[in-house]
């Protein structure tokens, strides 16, 4: 990697990116689109006397003499003016998770899908190190796969959280074992069409051989179907058939059926985290584990004392009999009706946020009158408002910042009741990320 690259994005992901390109003995073109960036806190992110060109604003054929390659950071959307004087240049395009793959070693496990791939992956983590020494959990969940790259040996294995952003822009990324959890509308302001979206999802699956696995949700139908069209590996997971070979639950277990014979993996009882969901996320995971070769006593030990990760119907408090609970990363519908289902009694439900075109319908109809308040903030709550009506839910309230939704959940809830944040909507325009949300509740929540 000793060539010159252009970096787009100047974010934690251009700058990882752009700081193991220079490790590799490469020449750096930092660009970002945003001319009122500083230059002089840029080329401050890298060493003194770092091989580094800061470009901001518009992007000129000029600023690409000598470049070979561009690496485009997962917020970028395609369609932006200054990837066309890229492709005219006919320099190829890789997302960050192509070139932290070229420069890596050892075994890796990439986890998509719409939802559900943040808790498999920090679960599969989990797992993984209770048998390998040498882990690396990245991607979306938190590192970028560029920052551990070059810390990878042989006997290393990565377990990275891939987004459809990310996905658009491989070439020969190639996982050991991959995960497609779900598939459910969401991002269709970026991949326009739901068949995009999808093939684009999909494309995880790319340059895997015989092999490789590939472990897939049976209860999606595209992704049923979509198994059958592969040469590698395919290991189904079901929370509702009983299947002749894969993992499944009967009753409170799940069990893995091979060679056979069922092999009772664990009592969902005995795990930290509720919901059918979660027990779809675990197996996942144990899935995922078993084709890497972790023995099925360390995966149940590991799944056992495993607890909810921050933000996904994370339990932050009980208080005059209300349980508060935080699921500021249920940025689309699908998971906002997980963490729904998830709650065990009344609820008074925070929700809204920026607008991804999202329809509510579906996530609406699954309150089935558990929902005792509709608390509404941000760009789509009037968007929310008029479907929920029309699903005949009237208790509905305006509130202008979290605060003031945590204030008026607490004075409407009754003890046995559940306060939820699910917003099923994205956080930008109130918030800088469903990171911030979360924390900003937790706050709210914990100073009443």
Known sequence: ???????????????????????QGGEVVLY???EKLSEEKLKAKFDEGAKVTIVLGELKKTDLMGVELCVISPGIPLEAPFVAVIDEAKIPIWSEIELAYHCSKGKLAAITGTN????????????????YKSVFVVGN????????????????????????????TIMDFHPNVSAITNITPDHLDRHKTMECYIQVKEGITRNQTEEDTCVLNYEDPVLRE???????????????????????????????????????????NELNIIGRHNHENVMTAVAIAIHLGVPMDMIREACREFKAVEHRIEYVRERFGVTYYNDSKGTNPD???????????????????????SEYDEWIESFDGKVRYLVLIGQTRDKIAECAKKHGITDIMYVEDMQEAVQVCASYANAGDYVLLSPACASWGMFKNFEERGRIFKECVNAL
């Not at 559900?116 to 048998?131: H, Q």
């Not at 963490?339 to 009694?345: E, L, Q, S, T, V």
Request: glycine share 10%; net charge negative; charged share 25%.
């Open 1 to 23: 990697m000793s060539q010159k690259v252009l970096v787009a994005g100047t974010g934690i992901s251009g700058i990882s990116a752009a700081k193991l390109l220079l490790a």
């Open 32 to 34: 970002d689109g945003n």
């Open 116 to 131: 559900g791939k943040t808790t498999t992956t920090a679960l599969t983590g989990e797992i993984m190190r209770k048998f």
């Open 141 to 168: 969940i938190g590192d970028p796969y560029t920052a551990h790259a070059l810390e990878t040996t042989d006997e290393s294995v990565t377990v990275a959280e891939v987004s459809s952003f990310q996905l658009e």
């Open 226 to 268: 979509f198994g059958k069209t592969l040469k590698c590996k395919v290991l189904y997971f079901s929370s509702k058939e009983k299947l002749d070979e894969g993992i499944f639950m009967d009753g409170d277990f799940i069990v893995y059926r091979h060679d056979g014979k069922n092999e009772k993996v664990l009592d969902v």
């Open 335 to 357: 998971a906002a009706i997980q963490a729904i289902k998830a709650m065990p009694g009344p609820t008074l439900l925070i929700a809204g946020g920026y607008d991804k075109h």
